[in-house]
């Protein structure tokens, strides 16, 4: 019996990826290629494409954490929760809430 393709695994042919399985891939093929551990799922969205996630990573540790450089990549995926493109959209410290954002 052949292994079965990952793919096969999460979803059937034609069929949109779960939010739970486009939030792991999203995570999964973003650290393979930034080489850097998703913290977090920040945002979710259907779309024509597929799936629009955000996902937060520490890009440069630091003590105190809460100094530690954050950055926000929406990673875009078709359907099946294959990876179409990424982008960063924004960078911040850890310890910095949006209301601070929006001040400075």
């Not at 949109?16 to 930034?34: P, T």
Request: cysteine-free; hydrophobic content about 35%.
């Amino acid at each position: 019996m052949p292994a079965a393709d990952s793919r096969s695994s999460d979803r059937k042919e034609g069929e949109r990826a779960s939010a739970a399985v486009a939030i792991r891939k999203a995570g999964q093929q973003l650290s393979e290629l930034l080489g850097m551990v998703p913290d977090s799922i920040s945002a979710l969205k259907p779309n024509d494409d597929g799936w629009a996630v955000d996902v937060e990573v520490v890009e440069i540790e630091r003590i105190p954490e809460t100094t530690s450089v954050m950055a926000t990549y929406r990673v875009l995926l078709d359907p099946g929760g294959e990876l179409l493109g990424y982008e960063r959209v924004r960078r911040y410290a850890r310890g910095q809430t949006d209301s601070e954002r929006r001040r400075g």
